[in-house]
């Protein structure tokens, strides 16, 4: 018995791998995905960020001397080079030395377009620059006149942020861990096909339930085989992860997002029962298909639902109940894990035993249909 | 009002923090996670205990309290940037904050390391209790420290307090060191922490890859010599406003009126009454000449005070004492010094290295005898033994090594990190044309301490952006700094 | 020995086997004749298991089917029509997968699928990936997976269908030898010269029932026919389905 499902899956497994299209779709996407997100995220943090030395529009310049040398100080000053500046102006009021001189406020006006992301940043920059500016002069024309400042401070906000600094790419961990889930399903998916609508298409199904194995071996060992498939992807998708998002330079937006060994481990820890249950799934879809094409365009439709479910674990839209369901309960315990925060263990281990049961749900469908002769024969 | 940032600026500056209080998620046991005030982020606390006497080792323990602030993507997790706070006597990890803003770019990549020094912050400070009666608008404080008062303060401290000197401290930085696992250290000591880095460089320069010596104190050199350096300080401000056209348009008779207002100090207090600067109640004002030249020393520290400081002494000789008294107000509830820390290490380390011709030197100056005798007051009673010799050697190394002086700096001038680096093969000595005392924390220094880091070398730095341009104009009247000739041109214009 | 017994089986609205009853004995080649739809290859896959019959039974050497499918399973090998060949394995990997889950340990497989590899002489493409053979080559390699573990009971299902004629004849050699080697072989077939040339027994079928058997020579002599063409013709009441 037990030889019979060694050598089922190690057929299955040698047939895959000389599956040009199996071993592509896994190794593909195992290792663009992080390479292609990687690469965005450079662009966008370069884009995003505001330049050590931003150049902006100052306009009467002239007007306020000591808040242009302020400016200057933090990086930011005056370019006629429209190619090199940023488009945000800052228009100095005719008044405004007349203003600070009879402290009453000077105005300046700052002028850009704050729907724009890849201004934002250097926008606040810039304001809040001179807000601090405006503050310091404030406390000094307080002490001047004799007054402590700290009479005008009454209260004191001490803000204690409880986000570590990995839990603050968030949203990135939310997406790199999507991936990573994800790839148990790509990974899979056409050996999945290949293995089932595809042993159909060739006719060799019922030459295979000709000989002397029972369906349950062959459905464990075509979910086994397509099983560790899945893993493969996944433990190349984490390995190429692991380097890729070294290279990202996260420290400029403030936070790091980094792919240690332990949450590796993890990840194949929790990832395995997610890769038996997309095993599972996807075989139960593609058996019900004659062809492969026919099986694919199935299969496109059903990823949707682990992605429906980890989207809406990453940002929090679905219903709370959602936590115990496969998928978004191992994504939300990986986030939690890089978080660096406690697992929720119960959460996890419900959501595991959730994923389990679909999958045995799903094994016992195909050992039936494998039993129908409507299936096998199509009749 | 922001003023968050405001605080920090003259916290920075006058190596003095906003007296502030550790919060831990729970009683600080190993290592835990906290907030430090100031800084929002979630930082690593922790402590070691130590012998406080290291030759008897079974006797009182003390605890060494440190803090982590994490790098954002530990690159190097076996290294850490450990800056020092000046004093003698000031916390490190109440200066969090300052050290963040400084260090941003070294924390990209590096943990940034701060320890409480044995007798200061909470690591068993040691502090006075000074039961202060009289409000200190009130108080003349110009005679020194009975000799009862010093003893009531040693009294009232649980220490040996001879166990409280620079090296004794710099063994409890390794052992917090070989606590965290770091290997490798890039050392950062600004003002009297100059000092524990140049010790740190010649008792273990194995674990060191660089070092930043700001506002330094050389080892040759007894830190009361600051005395002499208000003077310069002094000088400087006023030779600075001669140099200013406006400055000197709107106070052309600066340097008179300084001394006129000395001279007329040095004859006696000025007795007057003002209101309070927090409580806005009519309050008696005495004014003495050491608060007078202590508010001028204080307001020295940083840039942006240094600002007022023509205008407040100008409308202090026309018997106008708001803008003093809202300097002195700054100054008012200490600098938070622990002062039992610092006498042990002055008194052991400083005070007798003074030498005849520098005492007499400083016995013309009024600050710097006030500050010498006050300090040989405390010394004969402070059980403490003086260090050795070689003690007073300068550092010879050859580790990459950064100096960085104020040219305006009313403590530690320029040449004394010329003296600090005779024996220094591999050091170079930068000069920030605008900056006080503390260069990291008012210029771009913090960012080319960074770049040193970074690549264990100062050849490439560049630092041409410490040269000018960073000084803000001196205050014309109580609101603004911008020049009148300006503002008449601007007033021609015809106003909507 | 392949028996079976009142199999009846309905399939929607057609009643594809009907009472069927026939045996094939070991050393012989069993053909089974019908028209197109007459019920052979539905009744093939009952030997199988692999359907169900409303009634009868079906035994392996002895061993009901529907009892013990693995061990009646054990005593046949199948030549499938299709094949049913994985393109991507050699025809050494393929046949030791199917010895393999036929029964035989890993040693055993190995050997067992050399030695079919020598007897069918399918040296020369062993250790090719089936992938571009030829008719003739995935002929030869299905009927080594359909041996190698050494059944009693060979079964082939319309053996010659799109054979050319040097691949049928190799065929032919090859099913005379495992007669001669005591096998029970049974094939399927609408193609009467087949029959008539290799059959030590036909069972002609028609829709669903065994209408007649007995050696080509008996089938003749049976129905007063010439030719077993006649014959059948005959037999059947039509032509239809049958080729020559």
Known sequence: ?379 | ?496 | MIKVANLSKLIGDVQALDNLSFSAENGQITGLLGPNGAGKTTCLRMLFGLLKPDNGNAEIDGIDVAVDPTAAKQQLGLFPDPFGLYERLTPREYIRYFAEISGLSVEQAKRATADVIHDLQLEDIADRRCKGFSQGQRMKTALAQAIVHKPSNIVLDEPTRGLDVMSTRVLRGLLRDLKDQGHCVLFSSHVMQEVSALCDRVIVMAAGKVVAVGSPQELCDQTGQGSLEEAFITLIGSDEGIAA
């Open chain 1, 1 to 379: 018995m037990n030889s019979r499902f060694v050598s089922l899956v190690r057929k299955e497994l040698l047939d895959a791998v000389r599956d040009k299209r199996s071993v592509m779709a896994g190794l593909y996407y195992a290792v663009f995905t992080p390479l292609i997100m990687c690469g965005l995220f450079m662009v966008l943090i370069t884009q995003m960020s505001s330049p050590d030395d931003l150049k902006i529009t100052i306009v009467n310049s002239e007007g306020a001397p000591d808040l242009i040398r302020h400016l200057n100080n933090n990086g930011i000053s005056h370019s006629d080079d429209a190619s090199q500046r940023k488009k945000i102006s800052l228009i100095i009021s005719d008044d405004y030395a007349t203003q600070m001189l009879a402290a009453k406020p000077a105005e300046v006006a700052l002028q850009a377009d704050s729907s724009n992301e890849k201004l934002a940043d250097s926008i606040r920059r810039v304001s809040r620059s001179i807000e601090r500016y405006s503050s310091e002069m404030a406390a000094l024309r307080l002490i001047i006149r004799g007054i402590n400042p700290s009479v005008v401070q009454p209260i004191k906000l001490n803000k204690q942020d409880q986000a570590t600094r990995d839990s603050k790419g968030g949203m990135i961990l939310g997406i790199a861990i999507f991936t990573m889930i994800y790839s148990v399903f790509i990974s899979g998916m056409n050996l999945a096909i290949d293995t089932s609508a595809g042993e159909r298409e060739r006719n060799s199904l019922a030459l295979l339930l000709s000989h002397p194995i029972s369906v349950r071996q062959l459905v464990l060992s075509k979910i086994t085989a397509v099983s560790i498939f899945a893993m493969l992807g996944l433990l190349l998708i984490l390995l190429v992860s692991k380097v890729a998002y070294m290279l990202v330079p996260w420290q400029e937006l403030g936070f790091s997002v980094g792919i240690s060994s332990t949450f590796i481990i993890a990840m194949l820890i929790i990832g395995l029962p997610v890769a038996v249950m997309a095993s599972a799934l996807q075989l139960f879809v593609s058996f019900m298909a004659k062809t492969f094409k026919e099986a694919q365009s199935y299969l496109t439709i059903v990823l949707f639902v682990p992605l429906a479910l980890s989207m809406a674990a990453s940002y929090n839209i679905a219903p709370d109940q959602l936590r115990w369901a496969p998928v978004s309960g191992q994504q939300q315990a990986l986030m939690e894990l890089i978080k660096g925060k406690e697992i929720p263990l119960l959460q996890l281990l419900v959501s595991c035993g959730f994923t389990l049961l679909i999958s045995i749900a799903l094994a016992l469908g195909i050992e039936r249909m494998l039993k129908s002769e409507k299936v096998v024969f199509g009749l």
């Open chain 2, 1 to 496: 009002m922001r003023l968050t940032h405001f605080f920090a600026i003259i916290s920075a500056a006058f190596m003095a923090a906003v007296s502030g209080s550790l919060i831990a998620d729970e009683p600080v046991s190993d290592e835990n996670s906290c907030y430090v005030d100031g800084l929002s982020d979630r930082l690593r606390c922790g402590y070691i205990t130590v012998a406080e006497n290291p030759q008897k080792p079974n006797g009182r323990r003390i605890q060494i309290h440190f803090v982590v602030i994490p790098a954002i993507k530990n690159i190097y997790p076996d290294q850490a940037f450990l800056a020092i706070s000046g004093g003698p006597g000031q916390s490190a990890i109440d200066q969090a904050p300052v050290f963040e803003r400084a260090f941003g770019k070294v924390r990209q990549q590096r943990d940034i390391l701060l320890i409480d020094q044995r007798g200061t912050g909470r690591s068993n400070i040691l502090e006075c209790n000074e039961d202060e009666i009289i409000s200190p608008l009130e108080f003349a404080y110009e005679e020194i420290a009975s000799a009862d008062e010093i003893q009531a303060c040693l009294n009232s401290m649980d220490a040996d307090v001879s166990q409280y000197g620079s090296e004794t401290a710099l063994a409890d930085f390794e052992a917090v060191r070989r606590h965290l696992g770091y290997t490798t250290l890039h050392v950062y000591g600004v003002s009297y922490g100059s000092r524990m880095a140049q010790l740190y460089m010649r008792h273990f320069p194995e674990v060191l890859a660089t070092v930043t010596l700001d506002g330094v104190v050389p080892m040759q050199q007894s830190v009361l010599a600051v005395g002499l350096a208000v003077d310069r300080g002094l000088e400087l401000l006023i030779r600075d406003c001669e140099g200013t056209p406006a400055c000197h348009s709107q106070f052309p008779q600066l340097r008179d009126r300084f001394a006129q207002l000395d001279s007329r100090l040095a004859e006696g207090p000025i007795r007057t009454e003002v209101f309070h600067p927090m409580t806005g109640e009519r309050t008696p004002f005495v004014l003495t000449r050491d608060k007078f030249l202590g508010a001028l020393r204080m307001s020295m520290y940083a840039q942006n005070i240094r600002q007022l400081l023509p205008l407040a002494i100008d409308q202090a000789a026309v018997k106008n004492y708001q803008p003093l008294l809202g300097l002195f107000s700054l100054t008012m509830e200490g600098i938070g010094l622990a002062m039992g820390m610092h006498n042990s290490v002055v008194c052991g380390e400083d005070i007798h290295r003074l030498s005849d011709t520098m005492l007499q030197q400083m016995a013309d100056s009024y600050i710097s005898s006030l500050l010498v005798d006050s300090m040989s007051a405390a010394c004969d009673q402070w059980p403490i033994e003086s260090v050795g010799e070689a003690f007073s050697a300068p550092i010879v190394s050859a580790l990459p090594t950064l100096l960085l002086s104020g040219a305006l700096d009313p403590a530690t001038p320029p040449d004394w990190a010329d003296m600090a680096m005779v024996d220094m093969t591999n050091a170079v000595h930068l000069v920030a044309t605008d900056a006080t005392h503390g260069v990291a924390m008012q210029s771009c220094a913090g960012d080319l301490i960074a770049d040193l880091v970074e690549q264990s070398s100062w050849q490439n730095l560049d630092s041409s952006c410490l040269e000018e341009g960073a000084r803000g104009g001196f205050y014309l009247n109580a609101s603004s700094v911008e020049a009148a000739t300006e503002i008449l041109s601007v007033q021609q214009e015809p106003q909507p």
